[in-house]
Nanobody, 120 residues
Framework: QVQLVESGGGLVQPGGSLRLSCAAS????????MRWYRQAPGKQRELVAG???????NYVDSVKGRFTISRDNAKNTVYLQMNSLKPDDTAVYYC??????????????WGQGTQVTVSS
């Protein structure tokens, strides 16, 4: 079906930057909405950013002005550029991608998650 491979997480100091990527591969016809979620210890998973197939974006208020979501349709990849990172950004980040399979079914798939830690 579809596999999502995430990369780019790591440990950074407050004020630093990271760029996450999520690449889709497998047997599908097209990709629709691509999103990034995160889950911090003791908190429920929240939607961080999303981007439509046409390039429209939305962000949770806490990351506006600091994070940028983008996509490269030729590479079937979504990115999350994270600047001015804060300790509260520490979480496991997951990509979520809506796809249309070759048979016409529409489904969503999750990446494996990548750890982002912001600490001195």
């Amino acid at each position: 079906q579809v596999q999502l491979v995430e990369s780019g997480g790591g440990l950074v100091q407050p004020g630093g930057s990271l760029r996450l990527s999520c690449a889709a591969s497998g047997n599908f016809f097209s990709i629709g909405v691509m999103r990034w979620y995160r889950q911090a210890p003791g908190k429920q998973r929240e939607l961080v950013a999303g981007i439509s197939s046409g390039g429209s974006t939305n962000y949770v208020d806490s990351v506006k002005g600091r994070f940028t979501i983008s996509r490269d349709n030729a590479k079937n990849t979504v990115y999350l550029q994270m600047n001015s990172l804060k300790p509260d950004d520490t979480a496991v980040y997951y990509c979520n991608v809506g796809v249309t399979l070759t048979g016409g079914y529409q489904l969503t798939y999750w990446g494996q998650g990548t750890q982002v830690t912001v600490s001195s």
